[in-house]
């Protein structure tokens, strides 16, 4: 058992020792109860479980579904039910200083054609704290509070309705008229005051604190006794609209005047600004006094007021165009960066990283930290045994800022990627986990490993990829078990998951492992046999396809089909016409079709992939208000000035509706879209063949004239 107390834990050390935790009392009552033959006392037992309920009491973001508490007796109780939320909870884009606000509010200016025609009409916006909480959906029928969910992965969530029936605050029936149907958005959160309170008297009863008021909050709501969540102190403010089966608004300022009429708390700071100048001001009048709120905020939310611009700005991959997130600076400290260590990603990229003297940094302790590159700890020429000032901002990955040079060591050198790479009494850079040549391209700022195929590391990490929450959600095969099954040979390629369960007995006779949990591993793998296309094509790992590429390639091709025959047509040219469909792809440029070229041809990639196919059903790209679209899958090209709208808007709507845009004419166009002063694109369509529309004509067609 780790000696390390609960309150110095790091949150990296607190998931490794309750992935440790979980498979160990795992044992012990597999042991106990089917075996009938324990090793270890009663008193030892109860020593783990309650350190495992103390490491999870403070990060309750890390709480296993494996793990002990998790179970009533022997069995596990499921946790919560999943729902599916009526729209996609979004994320916001993030904005760090008065630059990024004055782009954001430009962009919006230049999408909608009335503003950038006319720069006088001021863009209004509603500027709110950003709550330190947890975000929820609450589903309202006829006035009656039914259901309320966590965020989940935005589409999904955990349904947490009793828990949030006892917050005090939420409405259980709204007052005055009401939607037959509205879901309602907001942040769950705890008042500092009432989380030291409550830390204390936990403390005070040797119950393990809380790190922050957002874990204690997230920790109340996501548990399963709503007896347990009714003594938290938890408080609701609501400040969004998802579904709702009428009109409730015209504005962002309306609508929280509507909620609290119906009775929910609104954030009393919110403020409607009529310009740039005066959503800045309320950010830095807000940045001095905050300190001052009951609650922890970590920004300003800035939302453009009009309901219908919101609605034609739309969104860009997981967040909303109309939102923006200005964030408080960061928060910094000073720590001793121990050393600088190479890690090896899944695409061979060798990344160097901060080896810290752990430090608490507004709250979290922080041990490590990223360092980009090469050039980056050149430019700031960053040294083993340096002192430095790292800072961390909100959820991103902690960074190192600078060297204190005053307190440098006598005799520190220059770090250098080359040399850290080449072992003593070698002449080469390797990759330090494989030994395989390593090597920085030109123009590149990466060093990289070569040893695609041979590198456990990205093997390993490819895996862990495949297996992760936005690619094939495979429960209980993250890092520590997919390095451990690979390394041990029970999984090389993503196809051996699928046939794991001839191995069963093997797992099940592995440390730490028993029936039980065998059953639920395999079973997890058992239920991502069907997998959506954009997923499936993201799984992959190719480099440059993230989970927006892959969406864009999936709505282009349809179908695995579709879209594999037209990868390796382009390995055989090239240069040919499917190079050319997929570069013309709006967003998808030469170099990530090279990336894609290049993965389709090596011939280990394409047979892993056959592989595979023996063993998933890949879906059919398909989106629900697509299919009933007059355009959803036709590929359309605008080309000319538009009257109505901005090509930016043009484009979002065509894409909302299901088609695809694309840049030039091919045979494969269906619709020219021609607007005023057009040129060669309107000449080429009409020698192909295309149907041409004019701007009305194409309105009327998609039901918006
Ligand atoms: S609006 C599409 N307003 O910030 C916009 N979010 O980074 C949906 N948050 O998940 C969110 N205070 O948990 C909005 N006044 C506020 C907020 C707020 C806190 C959180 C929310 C969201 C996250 C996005």
Not at 646 to 671: F, I, M, W
């Amino acid at each position: 058992m780790s000696t390390i107390p609960v309150e110095q834990l790091t949150e990296e050390e607190a998931k490794a020792e309750l992935a440790r935790l979980a498979k160990e009392i795992a044992r012990h009552d597999e042991l106990y109860y089917q075996k009938d033959a324990p090793e270890i006392s009663d008193a030892e037992y109860d020593a783990l479980v309650q350190r495992n309920r103390a490491i999870e009491a403070r990060f309750p973001e890390l709480i296993r579904a494996d793990s002990p508490s998790q179970r009533v007796g022997a069995a596990p109780a499921g946790a919560f039910k999943k729902v599916k939320h009526l729209r996609p909870m979004l994320s916001l884009e993030n904005a760090f200083d008065d630059e990024d606000v004055r782009g954001f509010f430009a962009g919006v200016r230049n999408f909608i054609k009335e503003l950038r025609d006319d720069p006088s009409i001021p863009i209004e916006v509603v500027a709110e704290p950003k709550i330190d909480g947890l975000s929820i959906s609450l589903l309202y029928e006829n006035g009656e509070f039914v259901r309320g969910a966590t965020r989940g992965d935005g589409a999904v969530g955990e349904d947490v309705t009793e828990n949030l029936r006892t917050v005090q605050l939420l409405p259980k029936r709204l007052d005055g008229k009401a939607p037959a149907l509205i879901e309602v958005r907001g942040e769950v959160y705890m008042e500092k005051a009432a989380f030291l309170a409550m830390n204390e008297a936990r403390a005070a009863r040797g119950e393990a604190v809380f790190a922050n008021p957002r874990n204690a909050a997230a920790g109340s709501l996501r548990q399963l006794d709503p007896r347990i969540t009714a003594e938290r102190p938890l408080k609701l403010f609501a400040y969004a609209l998802g579904e709702a089966s009428e009109e409730v608004a015209e504005t962002h300022w309306e609508f929280l005047d509507q909620l609290r009429r119906w009775g929910f708390p609104v954030n009393p700071e919110s403020r409607l600004c009529g310009s740039i100048e005066e959503a800045l001001a309320f950010h830095h009048q807000i940045a001095e006094t905050r300190a001052r709120l009951p609650y922890d905020i970590d920004g300003v939310v800035y939302k453009i007021n009009r309901f219908d611009w919101q609605k034609r700005l739309g969104m860009v991959s997981r967040a909303p165009r109309w939102a923006l997130a200005h964030k408080f600076p960061a928060e910094r400290a000073v720590t001793v960066l121990k050393s600088i260590e190479i890690s090896v990603g899944r695409t061979g990229v060798l990344t160097p990283w901060a080896n810290l003297e752990p430090v608490n940094v507004g709250g979290v302790v922080v041990a490590r930290a990223t360092l980009h590159n090469e050039d980056e700890i050149a430019r700031k020429d960053f040294r083993d045994g340096d002192t430095v000032v790292i800072q961390r901002a909100g959820d991103v990955i902690p960074q190192v800022v600078s060297v204190v040079l005053e307190r440098r060591p006598r005799g520190s050198k220059p770090f250098s990627m080359a040399a850290k790479l080449t072992p003593p009494g070698q002449h080469e850079p390797v990759c330090p986990i494989c030994g395989s040549k390593a090597v920085r391209e030109e123009g590149q700022a990466h060093w990289r490993c070569t040893g695609t195929l041979v590198c456990p590391a990205q093997a390993v990490e490819r895996m862990i990829h495949f297996c992760s929450r936005l690619a094939f959600d495979i429960e209980g095969m993250g890092e520590k078990n997919a390095a451990a099954f690979w390394s041990d040979g029970l999984i090389r390629t993503p196809a051996d998951l699928f046939r794991l369960h001839r191995r069963a007995a093997e797992i099940e006779a592995r440390e730490g492992w028993g029936a039980v949990s065998t059953r639920k591993l395999l079973d997890a793998i058992e239920r991502r046999r069907r997998i959506p296309l954009d997923r499936f094509i993201y799984a992959l790992g190719i480099r440059q396809v993230g989970e927006a590429t892959a969406k864009l390639l999936a709505r282009h091709y349809r179908s695995i089909g579709a879209w594999k025959q037209a990868m390796e047509e382009i390995v055989r040219h090239p240069d040919g016409e499917a190079y050319h469909e997929l570069t013309n792809i709006s967003q998808i440029g030469p170099s990530v079709a090279d990336d894609i070229r290049r993965f389709f041809a090596e011939e280990h990639n394409r047979e892993a992939l056959e592989d595979l196919l023996t063993e998933v059903t890949v879906e059919d790209f398909t989106r629900p208000a697509a299919a009933a679209s007059p355009i959803a899958g036709k590929t359309v090209v605008f080309t000319g000035t538009l009257e109505k709208m901005t090509r930016q808007e043009a484009k979002s709507r065509a894409e909302a509706l299901g088609a695809n845009v694309a840049g030039s004419v091919s045979k494969k166009t269906d619709y020219v879209v021609v607007g005023a002063d057009a040129g060669s694109k309107a000449a080429k369509a009409k020698d192909l063949g295309v149907t041409m529309l004019t701007e009305e004509e194409w309105l009327a067609l998609i039901g918006g004239a």
